[in-house]
């Protein structure tokens, strides 16, 4: 007697379908695994990214004098709170709405706004000059006018003058003394004189100025080491002397302007500038360019105090 038959009509039994089902799902269960794994991995090197970026930053606005902003970890089910003490109103890694403003360059390590120029830090800017007869000045600055492109702001005629010695940041207290000094040193020199030969861009390896240069002389020189040595007690910030480069600024760039083409070499006949007194001058710095004040004229050559 046949027994009746216990598997379907397909031709599988029950337990064969359920195991077959089980190895399907078995098959897919690494390919959804990596997948997670490749999304945590992926959200880890974002924070870790994000924490470097906001670090950098940071690190930037500390070297400028800044205090830098305090962030925090976004707070989700997937990036749970590792520590209180920080908090920000916006995402790690990104700055503020309008950026972080961080200063010009030029305004790292400033004194705070509102402080007045001349007492900047409890000193001033000094600097030993010789100053030209004011026909030579006005014929340098519109020659300098006529040459210059527009990426260069010439030189008011009033400011135009030879450094004959850069003292930087002087105590107040330290300039009467400076001045007798100074005074003394002059009258060693007798009065000389330099002759102009062009209008040139300057310094010759980079420029960024137009010169009007001279070839120095040995009286030239000599005066700018005497005002070197007889000012060197007073000015511990003054600059090397530097007696074989007189020159003076007509023109200089605007800001950062970059300029590609220098205006070419232009010869100046029958410029003579006399050179029979020293300026005592300070300079304040101000953002449409410096102020020049003299604070004593000094003769050379004849014993004077000096004219104001």
Request: proline share 12%; hydrophobic share 40%.
């Amino acid at each position: 007697m046949a027994h009746p038959s216990t598997e379907p009509s397909n031709g599988y039994s029950q337990p064969t379908a359920h195991m077959t089902t089980k190895t399907q799902a078995t098959a897919s269960q690494p390919s959804s695994d990596r997948r997670r794994s490749v999304a945590r991995v992926v959200r880890a090197a974002s924070r870790s990214w994000s924490m470097v970026s906001a670090w950098l930053g940071a690190g930037v606005m500390r070297s400028a004098g800044m205090r830098a902003p305090r962030v925090r970890v976004k707070e989700s089910e997937a990036n749970p709170p590792r520590s209180r003490e920080f908090s920000s109103q916006f995402e790690l890694g990104r700055p503020p709405e309008g950026g972080y403003g961080l200063p010009a360059l030029e305004q790292i390590g400033a004194e705070p706004p509102g402080t007045p120029p001349a007492t900047l830090g409890s000193t001033v800017r000094l600097f030993v000059a010789a100053i030209p007869p004011p026909a030579l000045a006005q014929r340098l600055a519109e020659t300098a006018a006529a040459i210059a492109p527009p990426e260069l702001r010439v030189t008011p005629a009033q400011n135009l003058h030879i450094t004959i010695h850069f003292l930087g940041e002087v105590s107040p207290d330290a300039v009467p003394a400076l001045e007798a000094d100074l005074a003394a040193a002059a009258v060693l020199h007798s009065p000389t004189g330099l002759t102009l030969d062009a209008i040139t861009p300057g310094p010759p390896r980079r420029p960024r100025m137009l010169w009007a240069t001279a070839k120095a002389t040995p009286g030239y020189a000599a005066i700018v080491t005497g005002v070197a040595a007889a000012t060197a007690p007073h000015a511990p910030n003054a600059r090397p002397a530097r007696p074989g480069t007189p020159h003076l600024t007509v023109a200089r760039l605007r800001g950062r302007a970059d300029m590609r083409r220098w205006p070419a070499r232009r010869p100046l006949g029958d410029a003579a500038f006399p050179l029979a007194e020293l300026a005592l001058v300070h300079s304040t710095l101000a953002k449409h360019g410096p102020t020049y004040s003299s604070l004593a004229m000094l003769p050379l050559g004849r014993q004077s105090g000096g004219r104001r």
